[in-house]
């Protein structure tokens, strides 16, 4: 079956940096839409960042030339790489996928079918 496992939260001063890691199992990783999602008690889940099976990523605009993903096939891995971290960037963190092309908004939580259990982030100011 699917498995979805973060790594790599902690709590970090603001301007510090952190590398999120997804192991993910159970699937041809490769052929996959991989994203990272994020949440804060009361607020909806929000995409972060995506890439495509062929390396192609999206970012939201609120970390966009501060945070990067990537992916390692062959370790069927998952990374995010947030760098000048804000306290608000401070929530669960999920990573996700999803099989096939996304006919919309890359980022829509909703456009994902497999997801982790979360790693927290913590940024204090």
């Known amino acids: 079956q699917v498995q979805l496992v973060e790594s790599g939260g902690g709590s970090v001063q603001a301007g510090g940096s952190l590398r999120l890691s997804c192991a993910a199992s159970?699937?041809?990783?490769?052929?996959?839409?991989m994203g990272w999602f994020r949440q804060t008690p009361g607020k909806e889940r929000e995409g972060v960042a995506t890439?495509?099976?062929?390396?192609?990523?999206a970012y939201a605009d609120s970390v966009k030339g501060r945070f990067t993903i990537s992916k390692d096939n062959a370790k069927n891995t998952l990374y995010l790489e947030m760098n000048s971290l804000k306290p608000e960037d401070a929530a669960m963190y999920y990573c996700?996928?999803?099989?096939?092309?996304?006919?919309?908004?890359?980022?829509?939580?909703?456009?994902?079918?497999?997801w982790g259990q979360g790693t927290q982030v913590t940024v204090s100011s």
């Open positions: 890439i495509g099976s062929t390396g192609n990523t």
């Open positions: 159970g699937f041809t990783f490769s052929n996959y839409r």
């Open positions: 996700a996928a999803r099989p096939g092309p996304i006919w919309g908004y890359v980022l829509a939580p909703q456009a994902y079918n497999y």
